[in-house]
Structures are given as C-alpha cells and as structure tokens.
T-cell receptor, first 115, second 114 residues
Framework: AQKITQTQPGMFVQEKEAVTLDCTYD???????LFWYKQPSSGEMIFLIY??????QNATEGRYSLNFQKARKSANLVISASQLGDSAMYFC????????????FGAGTILRVKS | KAGVTQTPRYLIKTRGQQVTLSCSPI?????VSWYQQTPGQGLQFLFE???????NKGNFPGRFSGRQFSNSRSEMNVSTLELGDSALYLC?????????????FGPGTRLTVL
C-alpha cells in the first residue's frame, strides 16, 4: 500500500528566509503523482504544486518548488522568501495509480513564520 | 469562476442520527472526492464520484455513502452517527480523473456528534 511520511511535526522559519518541508513516499508502482497542499486555520485545502513520477524536471510554482529525488523516494517542498501568510499546515499527498483521484496524505507539518 | 462550495459549513448532531452533506464542484468539473479529517487519523479518503458513478472507495463502514447527480453535485450521507464521526469533511473537485489534474478543495463541513 502507498504511504506518505512527513517527519517534521512542526517547523519555524524567519520571515524572508527559505524553508524545506520533508516528504518521503513508498510505492511499488512506477506511475504516480505527488502533491503539496496548504491548509490554513480556516480549514480549506489549497493546492500548491504537483510532480508526476515521469516528469524530468522539478516542479516550480512561484515561490514553491519541489525537490524531487526519485531514487530516494523523496519530494520535499521548498518555500522561498517566506511570508507571514505562509504560516499553516502543509500536507504531502500521493495519487495512487489506477485509483482515480484518490489521494493518500501524510500527517502534515505545521509551519510558523516569525517576523 | 466560483470555487467548490460545501453546505452546511457547521453541523451538530447527536449519536444515532443521520446526516447529509452537500458539495457543489466547480462548473464543468465531473469528479468529486470526499475526505474525512480528524486529529487522530488525519486525512482519509472516503470515495470519489465521476460522472455519477462511484470511481473509488476508501476503507469506511457502510454507514458512509454517497452519490452524485447529473449536474455533478455530490452528497454524502452518514447514518447512525457515532462520536468518532466528528470531523472536518472535505470535498474536492476535478475536471477529470486519474491524472495529475489539480484537485480543488472546498472549505469543508465541520460535523460535531454529541
């Protein structure tokens, strides 16, 4: 069964600095997709970035980039130039092959940005 | 373009009752997925509907059911509520299924079972 591990329950970062949130995954399928979502205290899940297993380049979306290391089965999220509004819970998720849109989520990392 | 809407936003029920939650996807989206989020179990997949057909189902008891209408709106029903059903229920919509298509989440329905 697919599994997502986020080993950092909580992280602090100084405003304007970069931060890396860790995510490792476990799957035996060659085809899969990896997602990062942000969940503010309001509860809504906000899509940040997507990486397909066959994508040759690391995904980037504005201040977000995904450090995809396939051999190590890791998909770390890098947030550059942190802002106070980045304070939230961050989830890594994997879409199962042949599972439609089903996502398997990690436990999440709480990020707090300090001014 | 309107986002995903969920109603109601908050709900309080007592054990043994049943509840129906509604999710209206983004216009044109045909896939709706439901998730349960609790502090203890995290985010867990309930089911996905695509073009009115259940595409996939998570590991939940039969008390949890869902359906999708021809306009892609989806409902989920929980019968014989238990205290452990207290959770944030999130739905996500997507234009298609089974690819890297972005899934857009709604604000959630927070259910409290007393």
């Amino acid at each position: 069964a697919q599994k997502i591990t986020q080993t950092q329950p909580g992280m602090f970062v100084q405003e304007k600095e970069a931060v890396t949130l860790d995510c490792t995954y476990d799957t035996s399928d060659p085809s899969y997709g990896l997602f990062w979502y942000k969940q503010p205290s309001s509860g809504e899940m906000i899509f940040l970035i997507y990486q397909g297993s066959y994508d040759q380049q690391n995904a980037t979306e504005g201040r977000y980039s995904l450090n995809f290391q396939k051999a190590r089965k890791s998909a770390n999220l890098v947030i550059s130039a942190s802002q106070l509004g980045d304070s939230a819970m961050y989830f890594c998720a994997m879409r199962e092959p042949l599972g439609g849109n089903k996502l398997v989520f990690g436990a999440g990392t709480i990020l707090r940005v300090k001014s | 373009k309107a986002g995903v809407t969920q109603t109601p936003r908050y709900l309080i029920k007592t054990r043994g009752q049943q509840v129906t939650l509604s999710c209206s996807p983004i216009s044109g989206h045909r896939s709706v997925s439901w998730y349960q989020q609790t502090p203890g179990q995290g985010l867990q997949f309930l089911f996905e509907y695509f073009s009115e057909t259940q595409r996939n189902k998570g590991n939940f008891p039969g008390r949890f059911s869902g359906r999708q209408f021809s306009n892609s709106r989806s409902e989920m029903n929980v019968s014989t509520l238990e205290l452990g059903d207290s959770a944030l229920y999130l739905c996500a919509s997507s234009a298609i299924t089974g690819t890297g298509a972005e899934q857009f989440f709604g604000p959630g329905t927070r259910l409290t079972v007393l």
